[in-house]
């Protein structure tokens, strides 16, 4: 019986032969249930494609063009990836070995498997020699209704049709694409009428993903470079049906994250370390000038703020180890902003953090192919190699010696700037050569051993960095940034200091604190709610914390305040500020409003994973969420004018189940 069901699954015949087995008409439901105990389906009837079921259907793979379609078990058909973008030769026979199918392309020396694991299609590639292929894509014409779901940022939701988004001001179209290490997790979504497919790449680097827009409609088509010596000769891609909610592919690579253990925990990290706790309800804020102060921490705490994540730049006027003193006994998190990643010349060097020892300048560099040095922050000085701090590290102590200087004045949290973000180099130099997944490696080893403790005498630190990536998520505590899906035009707004504001007046600069207008394109872009989607906390909610980028308190943008408020509250979040003495006298009060609302949202669902998310109103005016575990949290969202069911515009309201009357928040426009 096993091998006629073996035989049997996949076409109609074989549908029709397993109705005949079953001795009744062959529904939806019951095909799925023989499906069960079928092995691998065979290849089509013409023995032109590969037949493999995953859950949800049967995918169909053409070895000829890669081109990948699905039928459900209700029967409908639908494409996981179009044809790959060129000709790809002549292919070899298909061989199986149970679930898997393997060919090559002798032409291109691109070896190829395809397996059904965990109910996705998994493509492998191997490749003996340099290249690259276009592949996998949607059809250059989408079916109405489509929309890609992308983890820039916290993510964003990309209707194929929408207007704006198939015009050159969104900025989402062009010929260099997106890397895939750029984003904050390596998939993508799409959906279209109740159903979707998810695009997981664990091989990120070497990836790329562009949007083309033809006839007013985007289509998706990926790139890789398979390089020896980048170590990018291999290519993984695991494609699965999905029933069409926005969040659906973000739920897929949970899935794939816990199925490979790589997926953190809040609660596990609390275990080892207590004071991360201490995030759970906490705004974060970069504190300047008289806002160092023990005054302002007390200030702080006679507002009835119970928690605060509080961090000062590397400007030369540290915390003193009374203001840190004061911050950990109001129960606070405290700490420094550092950066391993910069170099410069000691004696012009325009921080401290970018001064190292012995010949670091200019030994240390990252190199290019050419043999010139790769520009550091700004243009200036070098990035530094973390292949040649590792190698240093045991005898010289570079790191170490660094996070006991920094944390001298006994705070209980870290910053490290850059460390979990796609900002990775393949170095050239002779005596530290190094790929980007080597780079990516040592980034976690010390970002472990600061976390950890392994880098500070066995004292763990609360950990944060710069918009961090999935792959970081069980040796962080925090990220800064994760949550901003950036549009270029940010870079070119910062970059006018007399709009912008600049790193002056000292203990109050205006790069910080000086309210700023956006672009209407780029705000449309970075913060319109209805192109929104929490695909960053539906993965990682109870693993990281996530805030806006640093440089983008609250208050820096005014016209985007409540929105951006709303949405940190939606999506369980901490606001970022900047503060001192006069940012306290302005909004000292709603700051200790809103954390009141967030420190109870956070009670209920801080360390719990987001479950859910969907909007309300077709105008995706109204959003809602929902955080595991037994609170039963649920948190709704208005970022209209008018009334929902009771809430008004320009509010948020958290209910949790068996505890009471629902809360609410209206920040102020």
Not at 161 to 189: H, Q, R, V, Y
Not at 473 to 501: C, I, M, Q, Y
Request: charged share 25%; with cysteine.
């Amino acid at each position: 019986m096993t091998r006629f069901l073996k035989a049997a699954t996949g076409s109609r015949k074989r549908r029709a032969a397993l109705a005949a087995l079953a001795g009744t008409a062959l529904t939806a439901s019951t095909f799925t249930a023989l499906q069960a105990y079928a092995g691998p389906a065979d290849s089509g009837a013409d023995g032109d494609t590969v037949a493999l079921r995953i859950k949800g259907g049967e995918a169909h793979v053409d070895p000829r063009t890669l081109r990948i379609t699905a039928r459900t078990a209700s029967g409908a058909e639908t494409e996981l990836s179009a044809a790959a973008g060129e000709e790809l030769g002549a292919v070899s026979p298909v061989t199986r070995h149970g679930a898997t199918a393997s060919w090559s392309y002798p032409g291109r020396g691109l070896g190829v498997s395809v397996a059904s694991r965990d109910g996705r299609l998994v493509v492998r590639m191997h490749a003996k020699k340099d290249g690259s292929i276009a592949w996998p894509a949607s059809g250059a014409a989408p079916a109405r209704g489509t929309a890609y779901e992308l983890p820039r940022g916290e993510g964003l939701r990309i209707p194929a049709a929408d207007t704006f988004w198939n015009s050159a001001a969104a900025g989402l179209t062009g010929e260099e694409g997106i890397d895939l290490k750029d984003l904050t997790m390596p998939f993508w979504g799409t959906t279209a009428g109740g159903h979707g497919v998810s695009t997981l790449v664990p091989t990120d680097l070497g990836t790329r993903l562009r949007f083309v827009s033809e006839g007013g409609r985007l289509h998706t088509a990926a790139t890789h470079d398979f390089r020896s010596a980048d170590g990018t000769d291999d290519y993984t891609v695991a494609l699965s049906l999905t029933d069409g909610s926005p969040v659906a592919a973000a739920k897929d690579y949970r899935r794939y994250l816990a199925s490979k253990g790589q997926l953190g925990s809040l609660k596990a990290k609390i275990r080892k370390n207590p004071e991360v706790a201490k995030l759970l309800g906490a705004p974060h804020a970069y504190v300047w000038g008289d806002g160092r102060s023990a005054k302002t921490v007390e200030r702080l705490k006679k507002l009835g703020i119970s928690r605060m994540w509080l961090g000062y730049d590397a400007d030369g006027d540290p915390m003193s180890k009374d203001a840190v003193a004061a911050a950990k006994k109001a129960g606070y998190l405290v700490g420094p902003y550092d950066s391993w990643d910069n170099a410069q010349d000691p004696e012009t060097a325009d921080t401290d953090v970018a001064k190292w020892p012995d010949r670091l300048w200019p030994d240390g560099c990252v190199h290019d192919a050419d043999g010139k040095p790769e520009g550091g922050f700004g243009g200036r000085g070098c990035y530094l190699s973390s292949q040649a701090l590792a190698d240093a590290e045991p005898q010289h102590h570079y790191l170490a010696d660094r996070a006991g200087k920094m944390t001298a004045n006994g705070v209980n949290s870290y910053f490290l700037d850059v460390d979990a973000t796609g900002e990775l180099f393949r170095d050239h130099t002779p005596g530290h050569p190094m790929t980007q997944a080597e780079d990516r490696a040592n980034r976690l080893q010390r970002m472990r051993g600061m976390s950890g403790g392994g880098l500070t005498g066995g004292r763990p630190y609360v950990l944060g960095s710069e918009s961090a990536g999935s792959w970081a998520n069980r040796v962080l505590d925090f990220s800064h940034g994760s949550s901003t899906p950036v549009h270029d035009g940010l870079w070119k707004a910062e970059r006018d200091k007399e709009t912008w504001g600049g790193y002056w007046p000292k203990g109050r600069p205006g790069m910080f604190f000086k309210p700023a207008t956006l672009d209407k394109a780029v705000a449309k872009a970075m913060f319109d709610p209805a192109y929104r989607v929490p695909l960053y906390e539906t993965v990682l909610h109870d693993s990281v914390v996530s805030t806006d980028r640093w440089e983008l308190s609250l208050y820096k943008l005014p016209a985007q305040k409540r929105d951006r408020a709303l949405l940190a509250m939606l999506y369980n979040t901490p606001v970022n500020l900047a503060l001192d003495g006069k940012a306290l006298d302005r909004h000292g009060a709603e700051i200790a409003a809103m954390q009141r609302f967030f420190a109870g949202i956070q009670k209920a669902g801080g360390a719990e994973a987001m479950t859910d998310f969907r909007t309300l109103t077709a105008d995706r005016t109204v959003q809602r969420t929902t955080f595991g575990g037994r609170a039963g949290l649920t948190v709704t969202a208005n970022f209209g004018t008018g009334t929902y069911r009771g809430l008004p515009g320009g509010c948020v309201q958290a209910t949790t189940r068996g505890h009471g009357a629902p809360q609410r928040f209206c920040p102020k426009g």
